[in-house]
């Protein structure tokens, strides 16, 4: 595996490099780092990771998935079956660390900045995650990032369904309001006489 | 905002990963990480292939395995010497309906049959 691919693996399907990873090939599993590399890292940093700790946790995902390719049957996409095995090892790092109190209803709290277009959207969501307290932002980014479904979270965190389905709902009204579109929030910015950010 | 549309909306944002500069530093970490594996998973086991021998060997060492080969030798020589006693002086091949060059040939198509027969099965495997 090295910073270039042969052209062969660069246009094969993902579930064609996950098969020739399962036979043993690292050039075809290097090719699936390079491809989701940045979905997984970016996952582990929406749910709160630091970035040391969001590369150390992606790296052992991906030695996992080499491990467990086999496993992969192409039933879904692989970046969602890479990204739970990562979500997954972040969340056991942290209930070993105890650092996610799933009773905590405290915001971090962070200055929002408006903005425009898919890219401000993208930058809008990070900024929005910070918003939310940890266990709300945790069990978003396994919901919505990792494609988790509310039981499954609730299994990953060992915590009760009602729980998570709070977090989950108090979440999304938060995020409702921070990635509330454009116009919306600049006419309740005037009608509170707040001054609008460009 | 319909709730449907901002989850949709929001599984749209969750999808589109933010750029990292760094990603082919990263996609060599992975390997130099899976090589550190490699390597020492390949030494580990040749360590324990190695103590395993060790342990075998002086199992049989010490259980007198030698002598008794050495007893079976003996007594499988004796039986050919005797065997050898009954049999004909001499085995006439020039009686036989073929030569003895047809006699070695078969024998080198069936050692070339048993290697296939043997590849294939170990490709099976």
Redesign the interface.
């Known amino acids: 595996m090295t910073g270039s691919t042969s052209p062969a693996l660069a246009s094969a399907h993902d579930v064609e490099l996950a098969a020739l990873a399962a036979a043993g090939s690292r050039p075809a599993f290097g090719e699936l780092v390079r491809r989701h590399s940045s979905a997984v890292r970016g996952l582990l940093r929406r749910m709160g990771a630091d970035a040391a700790l969001a590369d150390d946790l992606a790296q052992d995902a991906f030695l996992a998935g080499f491990e467990q390719v086999a496993d992969f049957r192409g039933e879904g996409a692989f970046q969602g079956w890479i990204k739970r095995i990562a979500a997954r090892l972040y969340v056991r790092r942290l209930r070993k660390d105890a650092r996610v109190d799933l009773m905590s209803e405290t915001p971090e709290p962070h200055p929002p900045h408006a903005g425009e277009g898919a890219a401000a959207d993208r930058i809008d969501l990070d900024e929005a995650l910070k918003m939310l307290s940890a266990a709300e932002r945790v069990c978003i980014s396994l919901c919505y990032g990792a494609g988790l479904s509310h039981a499954e979270v609730a299994e990953a965190l060992n915590a009760p369904l009602g729980t998570v389905k709070s977090h989950v709902k108090r979440g999304l009204d938060k995020l409702k309001q921070r990635l509330a579109p454009v116009g919306r929030g600049e006419d309740e910015d005037q009608v509170a006489g707040r001054p609008v950010h460009g | ?1 319909a ?1 449907l549309e ?2 949709t ?3 749209r ?2 999808a ?5 500069p760094d ?2 530093l ?6 130099e ?2 090589n550190r ?1 490699w390597t020492l998973r390949r030494l580990v086991i040749g360590a324990l292939g190695l103590v395993g021998g060790v342990i075998g060997v002086a199992q049989i060492m010490s259980s007198g395995v030698l002598g008794k080969l050495q007893f079976v030798s003996n007594a499988s020589t004796k039986s050919l010497n005797d065997l050898a006693a009954l049999a004909p002086a001499k085995l006439s091949l020039p009686a036989l309906p073929f030569g003895g060059e047809a006699l070695w040939m078969s024998a080198l198509l069936a050692i070339l049959a048993l290697g296939f027969a043997l590849t294939r099965a170990i490709k099976e495997i």
Not at chain 2, 26 to 31: C, R, S, T, Y
């Open positions: 905002m709730d901002f989850e909306r929001l599984d944002l969750f589109e990963p933010p750029h990292f990603a082919p990263f996609a060599l970490k992975v390997d990480r899976l594996g």
